[in-house]
């Protein structure tokens, strides 16, 4: 499978002929054909370098929603040891877009949770595209009050269009089930280290996503909703979704410089899905770095520094109230 | 459902849902029966006919559950900021539609909060309007509600929250979206202190207000036929294709679902919750002496007076 977006053509039209190159090199090596697919490749990682470095905020997100971008069940099996998968809520069912369980992370155990959307389409319907149903977000609450119990860090991995907006969606309680995890998440005695690694929309990402700190992959997006949804409010037209990308600063740097996120993790030249498994040991590494100065802390610190945290999140100013006249108390 | 708030001109009575009438009527904006404007603000703007409940304003819910001249609002003066520069190319940009929305409501921002007393118990109330910018969370709306929350714990007072919203604000993109986090764990830390959180929610009560603080609740009371759910109905049917069966999301239907603790009118709101608050204090005071707790007689307001800075 190869999905070549349209911003980065440029790169795959010199990538096409490099490959022919190494072909004929293959059969033939001759110091020009050698010369040759030695420039090819610089032109190539130049060519990629220079389209990924300039990315709008709407091509972030088709690269943030990439069909080979690495998913949650890629990094619990390539980051981590020991993976064992949890089903369900123990009320009403199993959701499959989100995927969660006890694993190491360099030996460390840790709770990973996260949205995983699918590839194959009959895959990506299981898994309702990544948006999941209360059920899955009282599994994750499950999660977290067992990583809490047994002294596990906690790992989140974000990756949605949304919650789940259907009607079986209601009847079950979505809005509570959300917020029965911020609330869970905000005091959670473990840290909680929440990673953005695709699409991370509205309240569907953010009920996985309150923690200690909040990382997000360079490509990836955190939303307040999808640039369609948001589209669909602001110009009542979910085509104007690439101009909602522009207005709603949901890039990683934007939201660094905006002081909402804390850290950029960098994702190998020509995206995560250029190079997963250098991505996902990249991944790896971060995530064992914060979990390991995260424990150093005492609990009491950890749980009140978190509300700190969000409780300093916020913009707005307080008017001037009317000037007193001189010597009033 | 949602058609039946229109908007009429001249705006005399001016609340959503009840088209004025000139002078001293007003159509109930449900069975459309004419209304002795004196007696429907009495009756709290629900109508005697059939009972439908019109959006109230921030003053109309203070005079509808705290004592009189209770009310002391606080930080009245926080006012929005436009933290992304939001500017949707083609569209009024965020700055632009602060100006114009504070003009045509005359008011700051989208909710109050504040000290007072109800049925002379001290609480610390926050209202949501949805008369200012759809009554969406943004960082205004956020740092009021933590604020509430902080003074329930600073004074030890019950913290209502009446709820009336659209969602989280688009225009502050994910500074309003971690306001959500930000008030859930404000809720958090007054149930840390023992105090209790009665949620109250009224027509519309949506996105990522139901997906926060106004579903953490101790006790969630639900005002009859308001519309209450995650998803908007729109949204729901755009989404998935399937038409809403008539009474989905309203407050009934999330009764049903065993999403709230009762439906109660308006006229029996201030009663329950006086209740609900001295049920709940009663177990968080230190033991008394029998004698004593004898010689007070059930529902007196002792027990959140004690601690609380007046
Ligand atoms: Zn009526």
Redesign the interface.
Known sequence: MSVVLDFERPAAEIRTKLDAIEKQYAANPTPELDAQRIDLRRDFANRTQAIYRALSPWQTVQVARHPLRPQTMDYAIGMCTDFVEFHGDRVFGDDRAIVGGPARIDGRPVMLVGQHRGRETRERVERNFGSPHPEGYRKAHRLFELAEKFGMPVVTLMDTPG?S???G????????A???N??T???LRVPVVCVVIGEGN??GA??IG?GDRFLMLEHSI????SPE??A????KDAK?AP??A?????TAPD?LR?N?IDRIISEPVGGAHADPSAMIATLRSTVAGEISRLETIPTERLVSD??EK??R?????????PAKPAGSV | MRNLFRRALPKVAGDAGQEAVPDLWVRCGRCREMLYAREWAEASKVCPKCGFHARLTISDRVALLLDANSWQEL?P?????D??G??????PSYAEKLATESLDSGQ?EAAAYGRGTLDGLPVSLAILDMGYFAGTLG??V??KI?RAFELGIAERRAVIVVSASGG???Q???????????T??????LG?ARLPFISILTDPTL??V???????GDCIIAEPGAVI???GPR??E???G?K??PG??TAE?QLR???VDQVVARRDQKAIIARLIRLFSHATQPAQDPTASASTPHGEPRVVATAGVQ
């Not at chain 1, 955190?222 to 909703?225: I, L």
């Not at chain 1, 669909?232 to 110009?235: D, E, G, L, N, T």
């Not at chain 2, 139901?210 to 953490?216: C, D, G, H, Q, R």
Request: aromatic share 10%.
């Open positions: 919650a907006p259907g009607l969606d209601e009847e079950r309680g979505q809005g509570w959300l917020a029965a911020l609330a998440l905000a005091t509205s309240g953010l009920a309150v955190f939303s307040v909703a949804a948001a669909s409010i602001v110009w104007f101009q909602a522009d207005a709603l600063k949901l939201l905006l909402l978190r509300y969000y409780r999140l916020g913009s707005w100013f307080e008017m001037a109230p | 930080d003066d926080l006012r929005p900021t933290p992304l939001f500017a949707p190319a083609g569209r700051s960082s205004v956020g740092e933590a989280a604000r688009q502050e993109g994910v500074v309003a979206l971690i306001q959500m986090a930000k859930a764990a404000a809720v958090q830390a840390a996105g990522g139901t997906a926060s603080f106004a579903t953490l759910g995650f998803a949204i729901i755009q989404t998935t399937e809403l069966p989905a999301q239907f679902h065993g999403m």
